[in-house]
């Protein structure tokens, strides 16, 4: 079993700033890449960051600057710090891993539940 779990979503003003975490945790082997990604109200879902296991990141292209994507490969974490938000970046986050599980298994994309992230006007 496997799990990602969300934390540090939340209510802020336009202008403000977030940090999301994420935690994978279970029968972990290895961790390969690591994202987010948002889904908003009658929207589909879209990549907002990605990390590899080597720290190469990439960007959706609203980002522009505003957010950085980190990892702890130790504490098998990712992080997602989210500067001048907008109104338009209110969504769910959700968490994605590559996870492998077993020696000789392959790598299955795991989610987490996501939390929600409420930018104000």
């Known amino acids: 079993q496997v799990q990602l779990v969300e934390s540090g979503g939340g209510l802020v003003q336009t202008g403000g700033s977030l940090r999301l975490s994420c935690a994978a945790s279970?029968?972990?082997?290895?961790?390969?890449?690591m994202a987010w990604y948002r889904q908003a109200p009658g929207k589909e879902r879209e990549l907002v960051a990605a990390?590899?296991?080597?720290?190469?990141?990439n960007y959706g292209d609203f980002v522009q600057g505003r957010a950085a994507i980190s990892r702890d490969n130790a504490k098998n974490m990712v992080y997602l710090q989210m500067n001048s938000l907008k109104p338009e970046d209110t969504a769910v986050y959700y968490c994605?891993?590559?996870?492998?599980?077993?020696?000789?298994?392959?790598?299955?994309?795991?989610w987490g539940q996501g939390t929600q992230v409420t930018v104000s006007s």
């Open positions: 279970g029968s972990i082997r290895s961790i390969n890449a």
């Open positions: 990390i590899t296991n080597e720290g190469r990141t």
């Open positions: 994605a891993a590559g996870i492998r599980v077993g020696k000789g298994a392959g790598t299955s994309k795991y």
